[in-house]
């Protein structure tokens, strides 16, 4: 019986091949027009990061990815985003400027297959190896702009269990290159949006603080007469009623007496008394100011420090008004149970236009609290902007005053239900 099954002919066999390879290339090519689209008009960093993450995934299915980016306030690649791991563990995953893998990248400005290059991974130091297979990685890339490593992807395997391609190699190297060249932008941008956001706020308080000067001397003086007169009378009153009535005036004058106070502090703060001071040292005393009301919220407060750098030349009182107002500000965003981290990181980076390196403390306030809505985050710092029944609004005003008097900043992130982030910035010396 004659075999049924027709041979194909060699030179439609390579009509087939090339065929299904050009098919390939034009959705490859289609891919990447539309990636290149998207990522011009993107300008925020956290959207950036998860359109870039799931591009590499449509177009290469791996199992793992991980974006790590440069933070200039740690010096470190630190995770930024990823697939396969869950975001409590993104911390324990970084790398510095002192690692063997970013010399490597830096110097070699290519990609590593490790499982083609085993013998690469040898020259890893152990805890970079140790933490490269924890990750189950096989493809690292560098993300450079300007000749400066400024981030890093990494690649699982392929969900199929093959191996890469050279044309896929290839599409993701022009893709990396024209993410990295879009978080750099995007970077650009948001120094800049802070920059202008922080001469907005500065401005706005030196008017607002101009006001409140003013509106207190004005308000004090009479306030001391209605103080004075309600004493001269309560001394005639006999009726317990009205007694009470008149001590409970008092106390109402005296509260607007600190309001007052408060003013005249946010809008003319005193004058710092600096000395060297044992920042570790202060930050436990504030610390455990706050622990009875913390133990009655069980609330837990967890001290992180990751530096053995302690001096600081500051004035110890002002900013020990600083923490206690910012970590009592954690507690009452906690409803019932909770957790408070304060970490104590160094940091030395170089400004422009100076040789010597700026020596600063980054000191994190983190809170499971409920957070702050966008629309309110943009007037946290405002004099007299309150979300609590019985504050005045001028505690963050005046903290941020503070820490500006001491040549350093203070910025908040928050999420609704998520909790709140208090970055404080100081430098060891103004």
């Not at 160094?346 to 409920?370: A, H, M, Q």
């Amino acid at each position: 019986m004659p075999n049924s099954k027709c041979p194909i002919p060699k030179n439609m066999k390579l009509n087939l091949v090339f065929n299904k390879k050009q098919k390939q290339h034009e959705s490859y090519k289609l891919a990447l027009s539309e990636f290149n689209k998207t990522i011009s008009l993107i300008i925020d960093p956290g959207l950036l990061k998860s359109n870039i993450i799931f591009k590499i995934q449509e177009i290469i299915h791996v199992n793992r990815i991980f974006l790590f980016l440069y933070n200039e306030d740690f010096h470190r690649y630190a995770l930024s985003e990823a697939i396969g791991v869950s975001k409590n563990q993104y911390a324990k995953y970084y790398f510095t400027s002192r690692d063997k893998l970013i010399y490597w990248l830096s110097v070699n400005e290519k990609h590593i297959l490790l499982n083609q290059n085993e013998g690469i991974r040898s020259f890893f130091s152990v805890h970079e190896q140790s933490m490269l297979s924890e990750m189950d990685v096989t493809f690292i890339s560098p993300l450079k702009v300007m000749n400066r490593l400024t981030g890093l992807v990494f690649l699982g395997h392929k969900t199929n269990g093959k191996d890469y391609k050279d044309d896929e190699i290839e599409l993701l190297k022009i893709l990396l290159d024209q993410a990295a060249i879009a978080f750099e932008n995007a970077s650009l941008y948001q120094k800049q949006k802070d920059r202008l956001k922080k001469m907005y706020r500065t401005d706005r308080l030196a008017i607002m603080g101009q006001l409140a000067a003013g509106a207190a001397h004005e308000i004090r003086n009479p306030l001391t007469s209605i103080r004075s007169t309600i004493q001269y009378v309560q001394k005639d009153i006999k009726d317990p009623v009205k007694a009470k009535m008149t001590s409970e005036l008092l106390s109402e004058v005296d509260r607007i007496n600190e309001i007052i106070q408060g003013l005249l502090s946010f809008s003319n703060p005193d004058k710092l008394n600096q000395e060297y001071i044992d920042l570790q040292q202060l930050i436990n005393q504030s610390v455990l100011l706050i622990t009875n009301t913390a133990k009655k919220k069980n609330c837990e407060v967890v001290l992180e420090y990751n530096t053995d750098k302690k001096e600081l030349f500051a004035d110890p009182s002002q900013l020990k008004q600083v923490f206690i107002n910012i970590f009592m500000n954690a507690l009452q965003a906690i409803t019932d149970e909770g957790k408070i981290t304060i970490i104590i990181d160094w940091n030395e980076r170089i400004e422009k236009g100076f040789d010597k390196p700026k020596l600063e403390y980054i000191i994190s306030i983190i809170d499971s609290g409920v957070g702050i809505s966008p629309e309110n985050l943009e007037k946290i710092f405002d004099p007299f902007f309150t979300t609590k029944e019985d504050g005045t609004g001028l505690g963050l005003s005046i903290s941020y005053g503070i820490v500006v008097q001491h040549g350093g900043d203070i910025a908040i992130e928050s999420e609704v239900g998520k909790g709140t982030k208090v970055v404080i910035k100081l430098p060891v010396r103004n």
